[in-house]
């Protein structure tokens, strides 16, 4: 099979999948299923075109391998994490707020954004799949340093996802702003370690002394997902509902504690 080809056989069915959890939300199902189908499929795709046979692109069976575990890990984790937090919550307030600006048109205009994500899905499995194809022979220290900050990103999102699965697990906290352990240094840890993984892709695809070129467009992968973690589907709708939910709590939170990036508190805690 030819590079062309699988990527064509992965977006039909990342576009057929997408649009079956669109329907499943027009017919009442909560719309945290969406994050969690899209990590899976973001996982299950990269494992693929770690994994296929692909004409001219056979790479190290070494790294192919070792790509494909750490994809798994990152998309299984993940996705059972949103998939969890889906089964005992409600809606999620970015897609509420979504519904109700969007209006009487909001089926059309979920759909359409369903598509985009099914698109970024397929850029996201196109950066594991220049990591995995490297053509490099045998484990490099590259590959190493990129494991290394993959492991590093799935421990430290897991992490992240549980001091604050503990902290809203306390009634006492109600109406809090989570400001413990990773939280206390960044306000969407969870986010910035989900970037740091895509950096580790890059670093695979790079190689040891950057000579082959198609592995600098790995770079695509964590600005890519900079962007949409930084600037649109993340922190900007998370935050918003944070300042209408908990008003003065949250205000407060953001003058200490950097929004993305993980740092030392800006001001001491007021009593």
Known sequence: MTAAGLFILLAVAISFAMTAVWFAVLKGATSGWIDAIWSFLVGAAGMVVSLAPIDGWEGDWQRRVVVTIVAGLWSFRLGLHILRRTLQGGEDPRY???????????????FLFLQIQAAAALLLAATVFIAARNPAT???????????????AVVGEGVADAQLARFRENPANKGKVCDEGLWSLSR?????FQWLGWTGYAVIAIGPYGAWEL???ALAGPAFMYW????????????????????????????????????????????
């Open 138 to 152: 045998g484990l490099q220290w590259s590959d190493v340093a990129g494991i290394v900050i993959l492991v590093t």
């Open 96 to 110: 509420a707020k979504l519904r109700e600006e969007w209006g009487e048109s909001w089926r059309s205009r979920l």
């Open 188 to 192: 969407h840890p969870n986010y910035f």
């Open 228 to 271: 949409l973690l930084v600037h649109i589907s993340g922190i900007p709708p998370l935050e918003a509902h944070m300042q209408r939910s908990r008003g003065s709590a949250f205000a407060a939170y953001a003058n200490r504690v950097n929004a993305f990036w993980p740092g030392p508190q800006l001001r001491k805690k007021t009593p």
């Open 215 to 217: 592995g600098w467009l």
